[in-house]
């Protein structure tokens, strides 16, 4: 589409905006107008040729290589192009050493990606729209949390960005997967596109990485979670610059450093429109079908105590301001938890001087992922991988297809 002079309507700020951030200001709010045009024109493609024939090629192409894929049309042959086109800042080795034993945290990081991560972004109503728009997220947010740790988990181990990984293989699918709702979303009449800009617009992806990244350890430092610096720099930050690359955010956007998040953030905060009722409505989804109760099997004989834990550990990540345009309900757990967090540091840092303690604790938390993973998905019925390949339940997700 062609892209407008002028922000989206719902947008806040953005003379601010510019003024803050030049270059990268404005390149943010000419985001919104923009999605992923090599995806996008893959999703035509799709919509073009039949959604299962393309996806068979696409899964070949990953699984083989594009050059495998005999008569493989022109958008699948750029797409692959600029994927297998590994950019010269990625080290892969170096974030392999990077990521290797954060696995010690699995449980910390279990309890952020649900309170934070995932909330943070409801606080914009154009970027969780979509959610709502394609339903689903509210009725099974537990589900839909599952199909998300599905992803995470094979992109965040030691190999999970190599090119013919599982999790480089997931992240195209999630790519994908976003195209195919923003081109669903472009023809719902229901989608103001002068009010809101692109369906899950350049801004709001390059945003994404934030929430799984500086929002995560910055919600961690907050219980007493302490990483070496290899782990910050080769592992957090590289590893999610990549990732990012692979989302298809374009190099204007893309965060390289902790100071390219932070402003990336701020600009999210300051443009973002008013919070609505539907954003409400999907954190007390989450809250309701999936934290709480996760919390109730912790808790046992206290798990009355579940929900204001909940909205304690929300607050103490998203901060209160946030938190009260979201509706989190107030709660004095939250500074019980951060003055536990200090101590905790403490430990986890001497802890962390000693190799054998540390690989240990690695074990353990890949033990722990492993059992979750086999509870949450006999809990909740979950067979498939992501909602490409889940089962229709009423209206089918716009992503979801049968190859």
Known sequence: MAQRADPPTSVRNAAEAVALHGALGSAYLAGMWVG???????????????????????????????????????????????????PEWVDLPAI???????????RETGIVLGAAS?????????????????????????????????????????????RFSPGFERTVRVRMIHA????????????????????????????????????????????????????????HYARWRYIGYLLGIAPELL????????????LHLLTRPPVEDFCRALVR??????????????????????PTTVHGLE???LGDDIADDLGVPPSKVGPVVAA????????NRAMDHSPALVEWRRRRGDAYVDRQDVRLRTTYGVTHEMVDDSPSSGAPHPARVRV
């Open 36 to 86: 992923d045009p090599l995806a996008d024109a893959c999703a035509d493609e799709a919509t073009r040729i039949g959604r299962g024939r393309f996806m068979r090629l696409l899964r070949q192409a990953l699984a083989e290589g594009i050059d495998a894929v005999p008569d493989a049309p022109e958008s699948l042959v750029a797409l692959f192009a600029q994927l297998d086109d590994v």
């Open 96 to 106: 392999d050493a990077g990521v290797r034993d954060l696995a010690r945290y699995s």
């Open 118 to 162: 995932l909330l943070v972004g409801y606080a914009n109503p154009t970027a969780s729209r979509p959610l709502e728009m394609t339903g689903r997220y509210v009725e099974s947010a537990g589900m839909r949390t599952i199909e998300v740790a599905t992803w995470l988990r094979a992109v965040t181990r030691p190999g999970g960005l190599h």
């Open 180 to 235: 195919f709702v923003r081109r669903h979303l472009r023809d719902d009449p229901a989608w103001d596109l002068d009010a809101w800009g692109e369906p899950i617009s350049q801004a709001h992806l390059a945003y994404t990485v934030d929430e799984f990244c500086l929002i995560v350890i910055r919600a961690l430092a907050r219980v007493g979670v302490h990483f070496r610096p290899h782990e910050i720099a080769d592992g």
């Open 255 to 266: 965060p390289a450093t902790q100071a390219d998040q932070e402003a990336l953030e701020e």
């Open 285 to 306: 989804g989450i809250n309701a079908e999936f934290l709480v109760p996760e919390l109730d099997l912790l808790l046992g004989p206290l798990r009355r105590w579940s």
């Open 315 to 317: 607050r103490l990540f």
């Open 340 to 347: 536990l967090g200090r101590p905790l540091g403490v430990l």
